[in-house]
């Protein structure tokens, strides 16, 4: 079974539902930027709010060497937790957005 089909398929309807569930309430756009062939997965917000100009990286996320990295994430519950919930291991998860030295403490991988 070829792992980063599998994880690229889950994260973009991960994402998709996430982005379905924002779209009704919020004033920017709220967009899922995919690249399956390098493993790629971005949640982008941008447009005009209260009079500025908004742009956020909601969630960045590559497939890599059978793991998921996930490099932002800005979601309340956590995409690495709607991960394993549908069956992805902890030990193919890297939180990359926490220091190295501080991933031990969590119980996902450290690289």
């Not at 060497?65 to 193919?92: H, N, R």
Request: no cysteine.
């Amino acid at each position: 079974m070829d792992k980063k089909l599998d994880y690229g398929k889950l994260l973009r309807e991960i994402l998709t539902e996430k982005i379905n569930l924002v779209k009704p309430t919020s004033k920017l756009a709220e967009i899922l930027i995919a690249d399956d062939e390098n493993g790629v997965f971005a949640w982008q917000a941008f447009g005009w709010e209260n009079g500025e100009r908004q742009s956020y990286q909601r969630f960045f996320a590559r497939v890599h060497d059978g793991k998921v990295y996930i490099e932002e994430d800005w979601t309340e519950e956590g995409i690495a937790t709607l991960l394993m919930e549908k069956g992805v291991l902890a030990k193919d998860i890297v939180l990359e957005f926490h220091p190295p030295e501080m991933r031990q403490y969590t119980e996902f991988a450290l690289s």
